[in-house]
């Protein structure tokens, strides 16, 4: 089993990117019934969780982040996505997904880099 996320990059304040997590192997079972949560983490601090959503699709938003990102599921596909509108610089981070519950080993995350 396998998390791997994509979609990070260098951007300027204002902009926006869409992060993707696929997850590959035998897990469908796994990932359809359970919560699902983007984190954030950068260097010296821990990780934060910033989005999470249900199935059926209840969502959650950190303050920081409520009315610029929005989480997304593809249970069919086994992927969890993020958009992120109006980047700041305090949303430069590493991104990584996982279930909430019953974490899965951490891939190797995103990097989202937001320039002021």
């Known amino acids: 089993v396998r998390l791997v996320e994509s979609g990070g990059g260098f951007v300027q304040a204002g902009g926006s990117l869409r992060l993707s997590c696929a997850a590959s192997?035998?897990?469908?079972?796994?990932?359809?019934?359970?919560?699902w949560g983007w984190y954030r983490q950068v260097p010296g601090k821990q990780r934060e969780l910033v989005a999470s959503?249900?199935?059926?699709?209840?969502?959650n938003y950190a303050d920081s982040v409520k009315g610029r990102f929005t989480i997304s599921r593809d249970n069919a596909w086994k992927r969890v996505y993020l958009q992120m509108n109006d980047l700041k610089p305090e949303d430069t981070a590493v991104y990584y997904c996982?279930?909430?519950?019953?974490?899965?080993?951490w891939g190797q995350g995103t990097q989202v880099t937001v320039a002021s």
């Open positions: 959503i249900g199935s059926p699709r209840s969502l």
């Open positions: 996982n279930s909430l519950q019953e974490p899965l080993p």
């Open positions: 192997g035998s897990i469908t079972s796994f990932f359809n019934p359970r919560v």
